[in-house]
């Protein structure tokens, strides 16, 4: 029972590293006014309820896609490439990559940023 609850202390420390690192600067960066409480409450609900709609839209969206993938019979084969592409692109030099040359990813994405 000890072993447990070490594993679970253990599993909350490492995982909190994740929301340190990722969801802390987007919790500091809220517009929240400090004068009243109800603009900060209002503030926390809107960040967490778009938090959990965005989430939750994704979960759905991606678990449709991994159903009809599934049940084509593709699902162990695409996890299989994608792993090895993974794994590839850590290992390799970018001068062995398809795309270290190629900049339409980041062309593309500076459409949507607005300076």
Not at 10 to 17: D, H, I, N, Q, V
Not at 60 to 80: M, N, R, T
Not at 102 to 113: G, I, P
């Amino acid at each position: 029972m000890m072993q447990l609850f070490i594993a679970a202390f253990a599993m909350g420390t490492l995982g909190s590293f994740h929301c340190v690192g990722m969801c802390g600067p987007l919790a500091l960066s809220l517009p929240i006014n400090n004068n009243s409480f109800q603009s900060k409450f209002l503030g926390a609900l809107l960040y967490n309820a778009g938090r959990i709609i965005t989430y939750s839209v994704f979960g759905l969206v991606f678990g449709i896609i991994g159903k009809s993938v599934a049940l084509f019979g593709y699902q162990q084969w695409l996890s299989i490439i994608l792993g090895i592409l993974i794994i590839m692109f850590l290992l390799l030099p970018k001068k062995y990559t398809a795309f270290a040359n190629n900049n339409f990813v980041l062309t593309f994405l500076e459409k949507f940023v607005v300076l």
